[in-house]
């Protein structure tokens, strides 16, 4: 809300928020230089020179402003609701999937917005608007069905997954929303073609393939993994594009570009700035966020669901491959946990050494004491501790290590206390 609030703001439109308390100094930090106002809720917020767009978290039963507009009559649009017709104005670019939205759709708007003036908002937060963009990009979140307003010219769909127990009730309930969105994207449609529930996935725009084999549409090939980034090249109807290098790491990560390339060139970009701006693209908040601390390196990283915790392991080794790869992470909701155990034990597994922050409940479920963290940490196969914030010194147990900080709920507290540690036995030494 608050990067569309930002973006708002910057192509000229007149903007105020409410929030709780607790969030309007640190947002006024954040959009100070912005200059609109953050008010606490309030009625008296509410009149009728202005258009309203609510948050999905707030609801008539606890939220003073939503009660106040339902009882008089105002009309008011959700996030999602009002983005779907924003974006009628531009030639719109979205991201969906279940795992890589947001750093996709990071790339995605570095490279345009670097090209030519572009509007967008990525998951992480941040946004950028331009009262004259012909180009809007945008992550569509399938999270309750919410990309349904959306109707963008071209769309990039990274991979489906079972997540989100608490709302999707199968594999085949998450397709059927995909499935669904895809039918509106207008001009093309950019799907992983390794992804068997994509391949099945049906559109009225043109479907291109992307990925490693020889049937896609757009394939990465000749490619050469190093500790600075991959390199790789794309190839399209028996033609090269083009030489591409990200400064990223995994496999995911060159999926992603290639995703992002595909979608380029079919929008008929030049492949020699696409390439250019992809070397200087730096990532998006919370998504393989690296510190040096005392000499040791901490990565921190939003991965909450199996598929993400390989792919975060994998990176690590790419550019760590002859040290210590420590895990520290925090199941996030009780619902996906018990739907997920073995998948999280065996991805989890995929570290030298496991540690295991308390589930993170969301304030949408309750805890029936049906699942606990020493139940993930007696199937994972590699040493796995159970640590709390207060003490995370048996992390220390490891020489030339690096630790990556895993999960969508407090495990930055987790992170910090052991920055602390870390901090604190240096100034001993």
Do not use: C, W
Request: no cysteine.
């Amino acid at each position: 809300m608050s990067a569309l609030a930002l973006m708002l703001h910057q192509m000229g439109h007149k903007v105020q928020g409410s929030d709780v308390e607790k969030n309007i100094t640190s947002l006024n930090v954040v959009l100070s230089k912005q200059v609109f106002p953050i008010l606490p809720f309030d009625e008296k917020n509410i009149t009728e020179d202005v258009e309203l767009i609510a948050g999905n978290a707030f609801r008539e039963d606890n939220n003073v402003e939503v009660a106040y507009a339902i009882k008089n009559g105002y009309s008011f649009k959700r996030y999602h609701e009002f983005l779907g017709h924003f974006m009628d104005q531009f030639t719109s670019f979205g991201v969906a999937g279940a795992h890589g939205k947001t750093s996709t759709t990071g790339l995605l708007s570095h490279v345009m917005k670097n090209i030519t003036d572009t509007s967008y908002l990525i998951g992480d937060g941040t946004g950028r608007g331009s009262a004259n963009a012909q180009y809007f990009v945008f992550e569509s979140d399938e999270y309750e069905r919410h990309f349904m307003p959306y109707h963008p010219a071209y769309s990039i769909i990274t991979n489906i997954d079972f997540d989100h127990p608490d709302y999707f009730t199968s594999i085949d309930d998450v397709f059927s929303a995909f499935d669904d969105y895809a039918k509106q994207v207008q001009k093309g449609l950019f799907v992983y073609g390794e992804d068997p529930h994509l391949r099945k996935i049906t559109a009225n725009a043109p479907i291109y393939y992307y990925g490693f084999e020889e049937n896609d549409d757009f394939i990465a090939t000749d490619i050469v993994r190093t500790t600075t980034g991959s390199n790789f090249k794309v190839k399209h109807d028996g033609q090269i594009l083009g030489e591409f290098h990200v400064p990223a790491y995994g496999r995911h990560n060159i999926l992603n570009a290639t995703a992002v390339i595909g979608n380029l060139y079919v929008a008929g970009f030049d492949m020699d700035l696409v390439a250019e701006h992809l070397k200087t693209f730096s990532g998006v908040k919370r998504r393989f966020t690296e510190k040096i601390i005392s000499g040791t390196v901490v990565i921190d990283d939003f991965a909450h669901h199996p598929t993400e915790i390989i792919a975060t392991l994998d990176a690590a080794r790419q550019k760590y491959p002859s040290k210590e790869i420590v895990a520290i992470f925090q199941p996030h909701t009780f619902t996906r946990t018990i739907a997920l155990l073995d998948e999280f034990a065996e991805a989890l597994s995929e570290a030298d050494a496991v540690y295991l922050a308390q589930i993170y409940g969301s304030a949408r479920e309750v805890d029936h004491g049906d699942v606990k963290v020493e139940d993930l940490a007696a199937k994972i196969n590699k040493p796995a501790k159970v640590v709390t914030v207060e003490n995370v010194s048996p992390l220390l147990d490891h020489d030339n290590a690096v630790y990556v900080f895993m999960g969508a709920g407090d495990i930055q507290l987790y992170e910090r206390s052991f920055e602390e540690l870390l901090a604190s036995l240096q100034t001993h030494m």
